[in-house]
């Protein structure tokens, strides 16, 4: 198995061994919580521009296969363990974890102290790293990442989203048809794919919703010219403040439609409304964090993937209230403005992976579609 060094931009290098392809690649090293997941986590396209580490020792031990892909493809820079299971043993399978990153050229390295690595990111913060196989001298990987770019300023939403629009129907996980919802009501519904994970998509069908998803970059009027009951704004990857096209999008569309906003989709929303988002020091991102409704008191354990938040105080002239909070550190996880039908969430309600607490926020978003306007015809 070939060497491979993992050196962060504090200086800091760690050797390990390669898995998954072989060659040099930059991102910001974030870790992540959870303890499976890895093939979802790997297809998010809110990980594009980053490097994932996982502080669950050992990964990769079910496979990959089909059905649990969250998009077309991974979109993680690179990937970090501190084992990769060799041997794969479940009936779903299809390849192995190794064989599956290398099959779309993303490098791994493991052999790596990842409970050192996530102490310094949880001390020191999320920052830049490059795993290579083709240079392991430390001295030049470090003036390498430090003239790679950080991730404030970045849009990477444009990067990762669909060039064309296209409509999705289908509605659950194979393995969930059982719980599949008889809904007589029906919404169209447009959803800004931002970075689209596709439970998304599959939550809002199983709610009864028939989805259009549209690019990042698609104009507010062409989406307003549809007459959808109502508008989805995607996770995605990057810098919020950096997606300029969809902040102003959602200016002209807030106050005319029933939107829902989810992670970068909540970040886009805050900025459109006046407000400012900041760069959290290490981020959120596994599926065990517990997030507060300050309505009701209920706590719900979440998956998170994100690196930037709303200051949902600088929103002007108090036009949103507070809903969700992280127990964590208390930052701001969900808001709800005051008179337009106008809701979102910083993390991810359709799970996948993690556990299925805050689906019931797809059902309020019908809700308030339902309460705005009769359902458009199909």
């Known amino acids: 198995m070939a060497k491979a060094l993992l050196v962060l931009e504090n200086g800091l290098a760690f050797e390990g061994e390669n898995f998954g392809a072989e060659g040099e690649i930059f991102g910001e090293l974030v870790f992540n919580t959870s303890m499976s997941g890895y093939q979802e986590i790997l297809t998010d396209p809110s990980y594009k521009g980053q490097i994932v580490m996982m502080t669950s020792p050992h990964i990769g031990n079910y ?6 892909a969250e998009s077309s493809r991974p979109f993680a820079e690179g990937f970090v363990v501190r084992e990769s299971s060799k041997r794969v043993s479940n009936w779903r399978a299809g390849k192995g974890l190794s064989e599956y990153l290398k099959g779309h050229n993303i490098p791994g390295i493991e052999g790596v102290d990842t409970r050192r690595l996530t102490e310094i990111l949880r001390n020191e913060g999320a920052m830049r790293a490059v795993i290579s196989t083709e240079d392991l001298t430390p001295e030049n990987l470090l003036k390498k990442v430090r003239n790679a770019p950080s991730m404030e300023g970045q849009d990477l939403a444009g990067k990762v989203t669909s ?3 296209y409509e999705w129907d289908e509605i659950l996980h194979p393995l969930e048809q059982d719980t599949l919802r008889k809904s ?3 919404f169209r519904v447009i959803a800004y794919d931002f970075g689209v994970k596709q439970n998304i998509l599959r939550s809002l069908a199983w709610c009864g919703c028939k989805i259009r998803v549209v690019p990042a970059t698609t104009p507010a009027e062409e989406v307003l010219a549809e007459k959808p009951d109502g508008v989805i704004l ?4 990057g810098d919020p403040a950096a997606v300029t096209y969809g902040i102003e999008a959602a200016k002209q569309i807030i106050g005319k439609l029933p939107v829902f906003g989810i992670c970068l989709g ?3 929303l805050g900025l459109a409304l006046g407000g400012k988002t900041y760069k959290l020091k290490f981020g959120h991102h ?9 309505r009701t008191r209920k706590v719900a354990i979440t998956a998170q993937n994100h690196g930037f938040a709303v200051d949902v105080d600088s929103i002007p002239d108090k036009q949103v209230e507070l809903t969700h909070i992280n127990l964590n550190d208390k ?3 969900g808001m709800r403005h005051k008179k337009l039908p106008v809701i979102s969430v910083q993390y991810h309600p359709e799970s996948s992976p993690g556990p299925h607490d805050a689906r019931y926020l797809f059902e309020e978003f019908v809700e308030m579609m339902m309460k705005e306007r009769i359902p458009s015809p199909l």
Request: glycine fraction near 12%; avoid cysteine; charged fraction near 25%.
């Open 63 to 68: 496979g990959v296969n089909l059905e649990d």
């Open 163 to 165: 060039h064309k629009a």
């Open 184 to 186: 007589g009501k029906r």
């Open 234 to 237: 995607s996770n995605g990857p």
């Open 266 to 268: 909540h970040q886009i």
């Open 286 to 294: 596994g599926a065990n964090h517990p997030v507060m409704d300050v």
């Open 331 to 333: 930052t701001v996880e």
